[in-house]
């Protein structure tokens, strides 16, 4: 399949949220240890790899227009076709089956075995085997915290610190694709850290399905935050995702007084309604929701609140709806995500419960939620004209190349001109605002380097 004495040449694609891409990097780092290579071009790829999420509707309505397109290309050449990740693990069965082109079946838990099951689909046809190969059993204890993620270049650095979720929402489907909860050495975390920064990505962000129930002895999520705050070196640290059921008061002291731990908190509502709540099995009420985000606002009340919601689930009437609408007015929130309900196989409320909601009323409730929130960014944003705020340059902006792109403490996107003073990917430089929208602010960069 490949040219002789040359390394396979592997082509991966990530689909879905920041654990599929940290997923990416761990597989990269295995599969190199392995004597594989990666190729940016499609077209030089002996092994195609697609990470999938099983979550995000779009993320896998994309993998299935991937696979129909990777068809004709199979027809024309050889190629080895890997699905990974969460959709490799709910659907395996329909991929098995319905899906004859997918050599490689790979769940979050089964990494380790890539390599040796790529090597035997490549070498499959001129030994007479089967090219299919299957690692998808979840494992009580599979961490990965021996391997050390190849990261691309940049300033952020992805690290789980768990991995599995405990919750079972009932619209989730991630404790059946990544198993039951976790939690990570946090020494070997501190190594990520540190490998992470001598590497160039100065800020750190923790990921996890709800990371303030980590635990592992007698460190808690608050614990190990500050400690890698502490890391020489690091100089943001950000987390996703917390659950609003168990938001201990040491780690918002920790949020609101630690200057590296960025004054930011995304804290899912999905819905705003009690008896919804209790469907989606979210163990909170409206109140005590309302409630911490008060409690966050008075510890600190610059930090800014992004949330989650799901429009539409099952049975929602549109007097529920309304009580959603009505937190996201109370709340005020720099940005919300906002979702349509798509039932999920496997799920608690694909068994339990009929997707009964039509989906242009899902979709006109979208939109509410959508148009009241525009307005509310934009006027935080705007709250910000004429105040110089240290941001982290990040990029350039997509606008122009003539323009850097970077971030704020607060996670507000932020471009001004490369003309004002020389700047440096990863430095954190004032900025003053000139002007806002609901998406970015637009600003002149100070004479002053906030890194001096």
Not at 59 to 86: D, F, I, M, S, T
Request: with cysteine; proline share 5%; charged share 25%.
């Amino acid at each position: 399949m490949k040219q002789p004495n040359k390394p396979p040449q592997v082509h991966i694609e990530t689909f879905g949220c920041q654990m599929n891409e940290y997923d990416s990097e761990l597989v990269k780092s295995l599969l190199r240890k392995s004597g594989f290579e990666f190729t940016e071009d499609r077209e030089r790829a002996d092994v195609m790899l697609m990470n999938t999420c099983a979550i995000r509707e779009n993320a896998h309505n994309k993998v299935y227009g991937h696979l129909a397109e990777l068809k004709a290309v199979k027809e024309q050449r050889p190629l080895v076709v890997g699905v990974l990740g969460c959709m490799a693990q709910n659907l395996k069965e329909e991929l098995t089956d319905k899906q004859p082109l997918v050599d490689i079946l790979v769940g979050p838990d089964g990494y380790r075995q890539l390599p040796g099951l790529l090597t035997k689909a490549l070498n499959a046809e001129e030994q007479g085997l089967s090219r299919r190969g299957l690692a998808v059993d979840l494992s009580e204890y599979e961490t990965y915290d021996d391997v050390l993620p190849e990261r691309d270049e940049g300033i952020n650095a992805w690290i789980a610190i768990m991995r599995g979720c405990d919750n079972f929402c009932s619209f989730c489907v991630v404790p059946y694709t990544r198993g039951r909860e976790r939690s990570r050495d946090p020494e070997g975390v501190l190594r990520e850290v540190e490998a992470s920064v001598e590497s160039g990505h100065t800020q750190i962000t923790l990921l996890g399905q709800n990371v303030n129930s980590y635990r592992h002895g007698d460190w808690d999520f608050a614990r190990l935050i500050l400690a890698v705050a502490e890391v020489p070196g690091v100089q943001r640290v950000r987390f996703t995702s917390p659950h609003p059921k168990d938001f201990p008061g040491a780690l918002l002291d920790a949020v609101a007084g630690h200057p590296n731990i960025c004054k930011h908190i995304h804290l899912p509502l999905q819905s705003g309604n009690d008896r919804i709540l209790e469907l989606m099995n979210r163990t909170y009420s409206r109140k005590e929701y309302l409630d911490l985000a008060a409690e966050i606002r008075r510890r600190h009340p610059a930090i800014a609140l992004t949330t989650d919601i799901i429009c539409g689930f099952c049975s929602e009437t549109e007097e529920e709806f309304l009580d959603t609408y009505r937190v996201v007015e109370e709340v005020n929130y720099h940005a919300a995500y906002i979702f349509k309900y798509s039932e999920r196989k496997n799920t608690i409320a694909a068994r339990k419960f009929p997707d009964d909601i039509p989906e242009e009323v899902k979709g006109e409730r979208v939109s509410r939620l959508v148009d009241l929130q525009r307005p509310i960014t934009a006027r935080i944003n705007r709250e910000l004209i004429g105040h110089t705020l240290p941001v982290m340059v990040e990029n350039n902006s997509k606008r122009s190349p003539d323009q850097w792109m970077g971030r704020t403490d607060t996670n507000i996107t932020v471009i001004w001109s490369k003309s004002d003073i020389p700047a440096t990917v990863g430095d954190i430089h004032p900025i003053t605002v000139l002007d806002a929208t609901a998406a970015v602010l637009m600003g002149r960069r100070d004479a002053t380097s906030v890194n001096a």
